[in-house]
């Protein structure tokens, strides 16, 4: 084997060994989310008590929130193929925009941020721009959600506890 071929073979491996990095912590924090499966109570950052539900669905190659209330809306998480962890929310600003995870290195914070949405009148109409999910433990959670409308943020915090 020549140098150059060891150094191509090198290169593959460690490309895909950072494929395989990337897929397995997709599909580790789809997992991880589906933990949540049940219902959560708790209060929102204004005080308002809510209720959140969370369900697999679709033979379990997705995860169902459901957010109830004076604005109830759901949110589906799915897989894209095995390299990504994706989130669609179905907003009572009646679109749905897409959004994409990162994980943090503990594995803890999932951060969806903004890819494309649906029924979104125009680029800058009012729309969920990204939504931050901290898992404290087996019981207790947080969603940091952020609207964006016209360039202005606006921010609801969810800090919900699983109803025993």
Request: some cysteine; proline content about 2%; charged content about 20%.
């Amino acid at each position: 084997m020549t140098k150059s071929t060891r150094t191509a073979a090198v290169i593959l491996i460690a490309l895909a060994t950072t494929v395989a990095l990337a897929q397995s912590d997709a599909q580790k924090s789809f997992t991880q989310l589906k933990s949540l499966a049940g219902s959560w109570e708790g209060k929102s950052s204004d005080g308002q008590p809510l209720l959140v539900s969370y369900r697999e669905t679709a033979g379990g190659s997705a995860l169902m929130s459901e957010i109830q209330g004076d604005h109830s809306m759901i949110s589906m998480f799915n897989l894209d193929g095995s390299s990504r962890l994706l989130m669609t929310h179905y907003c009572s600003a009646g679109n749905q925009p897409r959004m994409q995870a990162s994980v943090s290195p503990d594995g803890k914070i999932l951060t969806f941020t903004y890819v494309d949405a649906t029924n979104l009148a125009t680029p800058d109409a009012g729309h969920m721009q990204s939504m931050v999910l901290t898992m404290l433990d087996d019981n207790h959670h947080t969603e940091d959600w952020t609207f964006i409308d016209h360039g202005k943020e606006m921010k609801k915090f969810f800090d919900l506890r699983r109803k025993m």
